[in-house]
């Protein structure tokens, strides 16, 4: 069974900084794109980061150099690091695991930015 678990949602004051986590089992995570996404209230699921299996690293265009995403293949691990958070990031963050057909999300996990 496949489970993606995230960690690290908190509420933060604006221009603070979050590490979010997600552990993954039932899978081998170096074959995977590993991703975060987002998604607030009355709005879509949009891109934050990914990476993937060689390293590769996308962000969404409001990222502005203010988060990074690490993987770490040997504990099964991705993290996002937020530097620098606005109000606007407020939402539900969610772990990502593609590869091919395959595509895996985690619960999500509760950010909130208070200006």
């Known amino acids: 069974q496949v489970q993606l678990v995230e960690s690290g949602g908190d509420v933060v004051q604006s221009g603070g900084s979050l590490t979010l986590s997600c552990v993954a089992s039932?899978?081998?995570?170096?074959?995977?794109?590993m991703g975060w996404y987002r998604q607030a209230p009355g709005k879509q699921r949009e891109l934050v980061a990914r990476?993937?299996?060689?390293?590769?690293?996308e962000y969404g265009d409001f990222v502005k150099g203010r988060f990074t995403i690490f993987r770490d293949n040997a504990k099964n691990l991705v993290q996002l690091e937020m530097n620098r958070l606005e109000p606007e990031d407020t939402a539900a963050y969610f772990c990502?695991?593609?590869?091919?057909?395959?595509?895996?999300w985690g619960q999500g996990t509760q950010v909130t930015v208070s200006s």
């Open positions: 039932g899978i081998t995570l170096r074959v995977y794109t």
């Open positions: 990502n695991a593609f590869q091919f057909d395959q595509n895996y």
């Open positions: 990476v993937t299996s060689t390293r590769n690293k």
